[in-house]
């Protein structure tokens, strides 16, 4: 199925699982493909695998946290792919250190919103005006079910970084809806990548967040970039402004399974 040949997607954050997952699937969609990266070997990496795959793409190296940089990104796959229609911003750390309030230090906190708030603003910052000048267009940004449920286990820079980007997705999606750019933000639950590694790094922790994902399991990278493809498609061409949860029917719950499956 190629449901998106003429899509040129900018892709932040290609270096992770997550990016890496959706890198291969809109390429395999027919989509033209710029990944961006701050690690350049990651990036470079899921590039290999893109043409490995059969597929051309295009490479750049960028911080979004920083304004000349994302700017320069923006222009730079801009100019690779003729154009840009789709943007998906999914660029985004989650530090050890994140806890509450109290324990989080503040270097911690502005570092996070840095680069998923911010980062995430600067993208739409520069990436807009491309869009309007294609026509339009889908912006896709990777918020968190953290935006919308609070949690036990505490990280609490993450978790504003994400309600910020939800929020910023909702308005953007009123703001451009009449100029044909379509703005949604994804929020997928607890997925096998190398930032759920962080704190599922043990099996007490794990076992601890198992208990309540109503399906007992971590989603897969490729359950999300699924997703993450629909909404670039014009399949998605009536959804704006929409919170996208991807979770294994985690937010839906009010009790969850204990680990043999019983209440």
């Not at 395999?28 to 990651?42: F, L, P, R, T, Y």
């Not at 979004?64 to 750390?93: H, K, T, W, Y």
């Not at 922790?205 to 989603?219: D, N």
Request: glycine letters at 10%; aromatic letters at 6%.
């Amino acid at each position: 199925m190629n449901r998106l040949t003429g899509k040129k997607v900018l892709l932040t954050g290609a270096g992770g699982a997550l990016g890496r997952a959706t890198a291969l699937k809109l390429s395999a969609e027919g989509a033209a493909v710029a990944c961006c990266d701050i690690n350049e070997a990651a990036v470079r990496q899921t590039a290999e695998l893109v043409v490995q795959a059969g597929y051309e793409v295009s490479v750049v190296v960028a911080d979004v946290a920083d304004p000349d940089s994302c700017q320069a990104m923006i222009r730079q796959a801009s100019e690779a792919l003729d154009g840009l229609n789709v943007l998906f911003n999914n660029a985004g750390l989650l530090l050890p250190d994140d806890a509450g309030a109290v324990d989080t230090p503040l270097a911690s906190w502005e570092k996070t919103l840095a680069v998923n708030l911010t980062g995430v603003f600067l993208c739409c910052k520069y990436g807009i005006p491309e869009l309007e000048a294609s026509g339009g267009g889908s912006v896709i940004n990777t918020a968190s079910i953290v935006a919308q449920v609070g949690s036990v286990f505490p990280q609490l820079a993450y978790t504003a970084s994400k309600g910020g980007v939800l929020a910023m997705t909702r308005e953007l999606a009123v703001m451009y809806a009449r100029k044909g750019i379509r703005f949604n933000a994804l929020c997928p639950g607890p997925v096998h990548t190398d930032m759920t590694a962080v704190f599922l790094s043990d099996d007490a922790r794990w076992r601890s967040r198992q208990a309540f994902i109503p399906q007992g399991r971590l989603g897969t990278p490729e359950e999300i970039a699924n997703a993450v493809a629909f909404l670039a498609s014009d399949e998605s061409s009536f959804v704006n402004g929409a919170t996208f949860t991807v979770d294994g029917a985690i937010t839906a719950a009010y009790v969850a399974s204990d680990l043999e499956g019983k209440l």
